[in-house]
């Protein structure tokens, strides 16, 4: 089953608005983590967020995360068409071993 | 800065051949990965390896095997392939903790005839 669930499943923005996409999870974790994949290519890791930290922030990146309501949001302001891709949340389901589980990802369109 | 390297980038196979995957990094990472990739389904570990010499199953093992041949490469084996092992397949490396993301390599996609 998957552990991170992204919502919305495809968001469709303008250049220079603000997109923000939500995950949730179901077990305790250790960190949480959101990748970016464009069409056709492999992932790229964005940002780590460990469960003793409320929110972090990378350029126009801005990741919460809310351990008691076992949710994360990932926050990309000022959007550009560059940022079109899809999203990805990953946990570690609480265990130490460095295995990542992903959800099913948001796609993002910013249109011109 | 090649990362993590990934043979062959597109393959087709008839159902029942088999094939190898082929994974390398050149990171001096411990730990690597070996995920399919499916429409709506997100990324689903098949096999990891946490440190050379040790292999484990995943989410989804079944119809597979791995090879972690060196600290460097790590082999996905499909023995008799089918039609529902139609998939992207991504191999992934990182330092073997949680403080860092992982770093993925370009994909294989795999039909299966």
């Known amino acids: 089953s998957q552990q991170g669930e992204e919502d919305p499943q495809a968001l469709s923005i303008q250049e220079g608005e603000n997109a923000t996409m939500n995950c949730s999870y179901k077990?305790?974790?250790?960190?949480l983590q959101w990748y970016r994949q464009n069409s056709g290519r492999g992932l790229v890791h964005l940002i780590l967020?460990?469960?003793?930290?409320r929110e972090k922030h990378s350029g126009r990146l801005r990741v919460t995360l809310d351990t008691s309501k076992k949710s994360s949001s990932l926050l990309i302001t000022a959007s550009r068409a560059a940022d079109t891709a899809s999203y990805f949340c990953?946990?570690?389901?609480?265990?130490?071993?460095?295995?990542?589980?992903f959800g099913r990802g948001t796609q993002l369109t910013v249109w011109p | 800065n090649a990362g993590v390297t990934q043979t062959p980038k597109f393959q087709v196979l008839k159902t029942g051949q088999s094939m190898t995957l082929q994974c390398a990094q050149d990171?001096?990472?411990?730990?690597m990965y070996w995920y399919r990739q499916d429409p709506g389904m997100g990324l689903r570990l098949i096999y990891y390896?946490?440190?050379?010499?040790?292999?484990d199953k995943g989410e989804v093992p079944n119809g597979y095997n791995v090879s972690r041949l060196n600290k460097r490469e790590f082999s996905l084996r499909l023995e008799s392939a089918a039609p529902s092992q139609t998939s992207v397949y991504f191999c992934?490396?990182?330092?073997?903790?949680?403080?860092?993301?992982?770093?993925f390599g370009s994909g294989t996609r795999l039909t299966v005839v």
């Open positions: 990953a946990s570690d389901r609480g265990s130490t071993l460095g295995r990542l589980y």
């Open positions: 077990t305790s974790i250790n960190n």
């Open positions: 967020i460990r469960s003793n930290e």
């Open positions: 990171m001096n990472h411990n730990s």
């Open positions: 390896s946490a440190s050379e010499g040790t292999t």
């Open positions: 992934a490396s990182n330092e073997g903790t949680l403080n860092y993301g992982y770093t």
